[in-house]
């Protein structure tokens, strides 16, 4: 919801003592009013959006090479001094419009050393046991943070629109300053050298009469069995270390990275998936200002519901694939449900407040859950392929690629959705149904393997006959 001096009727306001009588936009905020005020907060979401995106294929690259916490630091703090001067603008009276384009632009380059070296530090702590429920636990922060973004901006909005990025920004500073206090990005800074063992992983051992299956016993599934049955090997000696810092952990580079088995298919998914979250997260409140009677700042509070369901989701996914160690599978599964539950809400989510709301969480619950799950305990997960062998910090390269896809979807996402509202809201969310399909598409040869690869020997011996 623009700030209310933005773009407003005068006509009820009392104007100062020397107002040009002929001056009916005196109240509005230039530039951002008249006709093109639609238009240019939406370049100043696309600056932050696509810069996000383009920096975010490098954020990772360097993380790999330098301390997490510095980094982490450094982002921060920076994003927190960029947030601030998008809000103090106002109170200096600057009306240049590519001051803000500027500040978004860097606003955004700053904020994609974010989430690969927050995944890495993770990943350096918790191994695979577990890893999808404790991450979606973990992962929730990203819509508390949502939530309680949309509210301080909500409450500040009327009374001085700077102060709803002013005051987050002087947040984000501030813990980029305890950050750098406390942040102990891995066990062996603080003298740990092993967990708790974990069980090993489900085997499929292939026999000779698989050798003539198709590329679900490609090479790269086959290094993978065989790094688990090495793993395997490792339990029954009783002796798992937990990762520790050697000189062998060396970065891979960012093509390296890109085929590792299963990269290329998350990004993509998460290209269509992160285009349906970043479209609600936009538009959400807009739509149901516009679909029912509630007020606009009502409206936002309403569409925090989205990320409540998220945050559920988040960690459903995550344990279901602990339990199933089907990731794909769980994906696609929630983004199938997805698409019949978001046709309901557009249909019937304006009869009455108890639906809205009721709809809006499952619709949160479903689609975030994947985008979650991706971002998180898969990246974690590719970013210690076995296909890796000595090479074994990948995490962070890995999550800049699955999320800067995914972060140009997020991009183009708000922009369809602002090109396509104008033919109607049932047509915006047409699209997005649309979205989350190619996003299951994208999945499917990664659930053919993984229940290919769940098979019993026997079974799969008969098909091969």
């Not at 979401?45 to 383009?54: E, P, R, T, V």
């Not at 350096?124 to 973004?149: P, Q």
Request: aromatic letters at 14%; a negative charge.
């Amino acid at each position: 919801t623009p700030p209310p001096d933005f773009d407003q009727s005068c006509q009820n306001l009392t104007p100062p003592p020397d107002f040009d009588v002929n001056d009916t936009t005196w109240c509005d905020w230039a530039p951002f009013y008249g006709p093109t005020a639609g238009t240019l907060l939406g370049t100043l979401d696309s600056a932050l959006l696509f810069a996000y995106a383009g920096a975010m294929f490098l954020s990772g690259y360097i993380a790999e090479r330098m301390s997490l916490r510095y980094f982490l630091t450094a982002g921060m703090i920076t994003s927190g001094i960029y947030c601030y001067l998008f809000g103090i603008a106002h109170k200096l009276e600057i009306h240049f419009v590519w001051y803000y384009i500027l500040v978004q632009i860097f606003g955004g380059i700053v904020e994609s050393s974010g989430w690969p070296g927050v995944v890495a530090v993770m990943s350096n702590w918790y191994g695979k046991s577990k890893r999808g429920l404790i991450m979606g636990i973990w992962n929730s922060h990203t819509s508390v943070g949502n939530i309680l973004g949309t509210l301080i901006a909500a409450r500040l909005l009327n009374y001085d629109w700077g102060y709803s990025f002013m005051v987050p920004g002087v947040i984000i500073a501030a813990m980029g300053l305890i950050n750098f206090l406390f942040l102990v990005e891995h066990p062996a800074d603080v003298g740990l050298s092993s967990l708790t063992p974990e069980p090993p992983p489900p085997l499929y051992q292939p026999s000779a009469s698989t050798d003539h299956l198709d590329d679900s016993a490609s090479s790269d599934t086959e290094l993978l069995h065989d790094a688990e049955r090495t793993q395997s090997r490792s339990y029954t000696r009783g002796e798992e270390k937990s990762p520790t810092k050697t000189d062998s952990d060396n970065p891979v580079g960012i093509i390296d990275a890109i085929w590792i088995p299963g990269v290329i298919e998350f990004s993509l998914s998460l290209f269509f998936a992160k285009l349906v979250c970043y479209t609600f997260l936009y538009w959400l409140p807009y739509y149901i200002s516009a679909s029912t009677t509630f007020s606009s700042e009502f409206s936002a509070d309403v569409s925090t519901i989205f990320d409540v369901g998220g945050i559920v989701g988040g960690i459903f996914a995550g344990a279901l694939t602990d339990y199933s160690g089907k990731s794909a599978t769980v994906c696609c599964g929630m983004l199938l449900i997805s698409m019949p539950l978001m046709f309901a809400y557009s249909a019937y989510g304006s009869l009455s407040f108890g639906l809205n709301v009721t709809l809006l969480a499952l619709v949160g619950f479903f689609v975030n859950g994947p985008y979650a799950l991706i971002t998180t305990a898969v990246s974690a997960d590719l970013g210690s392929h076995p296909s890796l062998a000595g090479n074994a910090k990948a995490t962070a390269t890995v999550t800049s690629l699955i999320d800067g896809t995914g972060s140009v979807g997020a991009a183009i996402g708000p922009l369809l959705a602002g090109a396509i509202f104008i033919t109607g809201w049932q047509n915006v969310f047409y699209s997005l149904i649309a979205a989350n399909l190619f996003a299951l598409l994208m999945l499917l040869r990664l659930v053919f393997r993984e229940w290919k690869r769940s098979l019993p020997r026997s079974l799969i011996d008969q098909q091969v006959m």
